[in-house]
Nanobody
Framework: QLVESGGGFVHTGGSLRLSCATSGFRLEHFGIGWFRQAPGKEREMVACFSSGEGATYYADSMQGRFTIFKDNLKKTMTLQMTDLKPEDSAVYYC???????????????????WGQGTQVSVSS
């Protein structure tokens, strides 16, 4: 299970930190990711962190603004978001996938576990 926290409302340029607590599986064997879905749009991958050597991937518009963290001991994943823009407003989901391959391969594939989603709203 994945339980998210940390969404909210900020103004343009603000920062938010999303957290996701995991249970029921060994996180070190899973790639992790954050996805988002805005009204009327398809869900998209924001960032992911592979198992093993821990390669990371960021969508182009998030490069330099978002950072993904994974803590296998604490069984948590985190998304630090800075310089937020109105177009970042969406419901954000954490997810985990059981694979040893680089997580970027699974941008549009089904993942094994999903969080409940948390709303991020950025005003102009």
């Amino acid at each position: 299970q994945l339980v998210e926290s940390g969404g909210g409302f900020v103004h343009t340029g603000g920062s938010l930190r999303l957290s996701c607590a995991t249970s029921g599986f060994r996180l070190e064997h899973f790639g992790i990711g954050w996805f988002r879905q805005a009204p009327g749009k398809e869900r998209e991958m924001v960032a992911c962190f592979s198992s093993g050597e821990g390669a990371t991937y960021y969508a182009d518009s998030m490069q330099g603004r978002f950072t993904i963290f994974k803590d296998n001991l604490k069984k948590t994943m985190t998304l630090q978001m800075t310089d937020l823009k109105p177009e970042d407003s969406a419901v954000y989901y954490c997810a985990a996938i059981h694979t040893g391959r680089e997580c970027e391969r699974y941008r549009t594939s089904p993942w094994d576990y999903w969080g409940q989603g948390t709303q991020v709203s950025v005003s102009s």
